[in-house]
């Protein structure tokens, strides 16, 4: 359960959610992933989303789970924080590849290690794949927006 006096911030996930709209969040939900900044208590966001404490626990609860927002102050473990970044290289995948991202995204579920470095080199032999595989021009605009989500 999220705690309502400690900050959040967004993970490369979230900020691809706020992008792409893939998931099924709630309004509350999708509204309090925007919110989320880093530095304000989470329990500050309970007006502005128009919900009770308790409920607004749940709903960032369920961000948490789903790797869309992390506690700012870095007490997520790394492989919270790689899983979440290995999401959201895959969810960008289906997004620049559509039906043919399959291959792309195994590669991606295969490669990726925890570290920023060993996502880079996963998302680069996906990009890879994809150039020969798919398109050459969607493979350069996902390892350029993958490079983005990374942070490198």
């Known amino acids: 359960m999220a705690d309502l006096r400690a900050a959040y911030v967004k993970t490369p996930a979230g900020l691809e959610e706020i992008r792409a709209h893939a998931r099924h969040l709630t309004r509350q939900q999708r509204n309090l992933l925007i919110l989320i ?57 289906q997004r620049i590849f559509g039906a043919k991202s399959g291959p792309v995204v195994h590669r991606l579920e295969k490669s990726a290690g925890d570290s920023p470095e060993q996502l880079l080199e996963a998302a680069t032999a996906a990009a890879k794949l994809a150039k020969l595989t798919i398109d050459e021009q969607k493979a350069q605009q996902y390892l350029a927006e993958a490079r983005r989500l990374i942070g490198s």
Do not use: M, N, W, Y
């Open 37 to 93: 900044d880093g530095r304000s208590e989470l329990g500050t966001f309970t007006k502005p989303v128009g919900c009770a404490p308790e409920e607004l626990r749940e709903h960032a609860g369920a961000l948490v789970q789903q790797g869309l927002i992390a506690l700012a102050d870095g007490q997520v473990e790394a492989p919270q924080q790689a899983a979440a970044s290995r999401q959201s290289l895959g969810a960008l995948a």
